[in-house]
């Protein structure tokens, strides 16, 4: 069973720059393809990104492409959410993912079996 627990979020003004983390638990941190999404008030869940096990491929939702990184570092079973020029419309409870499955198939069905309970981001305008 793995443990996924994000950090990082906060209030930022329009235009700043937040790192979101997350730490995994319990399992081989290696085994798991990454993502994070988010969900804002009563709109669906977004996904954002993802990472596939060894950090050598990322894939981004066109929302966020140029702006968000994704990144790992799996001496230390966490992944990175690096969020720069942030918007008012960012504003949302940011969640990580993990899951067995390889890059190609999370990025195609979005489907991720392990999750945190979320960090919030508030951007102000």
């Known amino acids: 069973q793995v443990h996924l627990v994000e950090s990082g979020g906060g209030l930022v003004q329009t235009g700043g720059s937040l790192r979101l983390s997350c730490v995994a638990s319990?399992?081989?941190?290696?085994?798991?393809?990454m993502g994070w999404f988010r969900q804002a008030p009563g709109k669906e869940r977004e996904f954002l990104a993802a990472i596939n096990w060894s950090g050598t491929d990322t894939f981004y939702a066109d929302s966020v492409k140029g702006r968000f990184t994704i990144s790992r570092d799996n001496a230390k079973n966490i992944v990175y959410l690096q969020m720069n020029g942030l918007k008012p419309e960012d504003t949302a409870v940011y969640s990580c993912?993990?899951?067995?499955?390889?890059?190609?198939?999370?990025?195609?069905?979005?489907?991720?079996?392990?999750w945190g309970q979320g960090t919030q981001v508030t951007v102000s305008s």
């Open positions: 993912a993990g899951d067995e499955g390889t890059i190609e198939v999370v990025t195609r069905t979005r489907h991720f079996y392990y």
């Open positions: 319990g399992g081989t941190f290696t085994n798991y393809a």
